[in-house]
């Protein structure tokens, strides 16, 4: 089993930066691969961005030049560094575990899901 539990969201501006934070427990997270989703109000939960064993990361096309996933095994901890944020990036945001070397930008194949951390960017 792993618990995710994410932090680090906020109201803020649009073009500043934030980021969260996933902490992660129970089996090390250095075991999965872990991923970054988003769900906007009446809005299907989308990929964001994975990051596997070995540190190779994907994005989605929305963030790919705007944000950074990174991990720290050691802290079993998972980190989404958002820059120049966009109104249209406000969502409730959700950290994964996978155990898929690679990652996967699908959320079928996550089996570790944590609570969400809500995200507003004002205009």
């Known amino acids: 089993q792993v618990q995710l539990v994410e932090s680090g969201g906020g109201l803020v501006q649009a073009g500043v930066s934030l980021r969260l934070s996933c902490s992660a427990s129970g089996r090390t997270c250095g075991r999965y691969a872990m991923g970054w989703f988003r769900q906007a109000p009446e809005k299907e939960r989308e990929f964001v961005a994975t990051?596997?064993?070995?540190?190779?990361?994907y994005y989605a096309l929305s963030v790919e030049d705007r944000f950074t996933i990174s991990r720290d095994n050691a802290k079993n901890t998972v980190y989404l560094q958002m820059n120049s944020l966009k109104p249209e990036d406000t969502a409730v945001y959700y950290c994964?575990?996978?155990?898929?070397?690679?990652?996967?930008?699908?959320?079928?194949?996550?089996?570790?899901w944590g609570q969400g951390t809500q995200v507003t960017v004002s205009s």
């Open positions: 994964a575990a996978s155990p898929s070397y690679s990652g996967s930008n699908t959320a079928a194949n996550y089996d570790y």
């Open positions: 990051i596997g064993w070995s540190g190779a990361t």
